[in-house]
């Protein structure tokens, strides 16, 4: 298991293979400037384009980003609106540059919530970007690891008793770690070996909680709007000086 958990180091750079980032403080960017909270999210926006051609430019494997979660719909109505709606502009508005550049989207989380408009504007993303073979830029849109979790297992469960789970022997003994992983919404993608998170708090928010078991964390001040390339170097550099151990002796 070790090994896999190991696997995603970008061997030629030494870079990490897969960044993870909880896209947070757009709400007080936007209040510490008097502005109104959807113009926090637009310059979140903003912020999140100009990291994922860094990260494109830099050969990073995997980038995933937490845009919206479960919890998110406790927020008002209108500022629910208002991050769909900047989404669906951004989304319009760089698929062609996103092409260019080789970046694979896709996304992470429940899209039966999503609107029509929404999941039209997603899927062609998708299905546009689908051969690229450069970045692969993972959005999290209604994700929640709990909800991630739980729908696995009720997947295994449904699996199971429709008989397709006969390899793994009795009981399952079989069924592993990495099978299990294989139900999540990261099936195929290797966990990340960094997870950043701006905006001053420190905690995960329910975000990647079984893909995160050995990542390294690293948190940071500056609001997500204001989050640069130059923040993202500096949060490699951490990455960089840090020891993995994964449990063993190193
Ligand atoms: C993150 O910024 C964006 C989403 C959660 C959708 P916030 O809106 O949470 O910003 P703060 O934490 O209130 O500053
Ligand atoms: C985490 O930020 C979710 C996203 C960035 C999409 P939140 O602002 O929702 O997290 P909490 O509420 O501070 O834990
Ligand atoms: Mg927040």
């Known amino acids: 298991m070790a090994t896999e958990i190991a696997a995603c180091e970008n061997g030629r750079t030494g870079l990490p293979g897969h960044v993870a980032v909880i896209m947070d403080g757009n709400g007080r960017w936007a209040e510490r400037h008097g502005l109104p909270k959807y113009r926090g999210h637009e310059a979140g926006m903003d912020a999140m384009i100009g990291i994922v051609r860094h990260a494109s430019d830099l050969g990073i494997r995997h980038l995933t980003v937490y845009a919206f979660s479960t919890e998110n719909w406790k927020r008002g109505a209108e500022e629910v609106k208002g991050i769909f709606q900047l989404l669906l502009v951004y989304v319009r508005r760089e698929l062609d540059e996103l092409h260019r ?3 694979k989207v896709d996304v992470f989380g429940d899209r039966g919530a999503f609107s029509k408009t929404v999941a039209a504007a997603l899927g062609k993303t998708i299905e546009k970007t689908s051969k690229n073979t450069g970045l692969r830029f ?6 929640g690891s709990r909800a991630e979790i739980l729908a696995a297992a009720k997947a295994v469960c449904a ?4 008989g397709r789970l006969g390899g793994y022997g009795p009981g399952l003994a079989g069924f592993d770690e990495e099978a299990f992983s294989e139900y999540l919404y990261s099936a195929g993608v290797p966990d990340p070996d960094l997870l950043i998170r701006p905006g001053g708090e420190k905690r995960i928010s329910n975000f990647l909680l079984w893909q995160t078991a050995y990542s390294e964390l690293v948190f940071s001040d500056v609001l997500w709007p204001d989050y640069t390339p130059r923040e993202l170097d500096a949060a490699i550099e951490e990455y960089l000086s840090r020891k993995r151990r994964f449990g063993g002796r190193g």
Request: hydrophobic fraction near 40%; charged fraction near 15%.
């Open 101 to 103: 550049n080789n970046v």
């Open 138 to 143: 993972h959005i999290c849109l209604n994700y």
């Open 159 to 162: 699996d199971a008793e429709a």
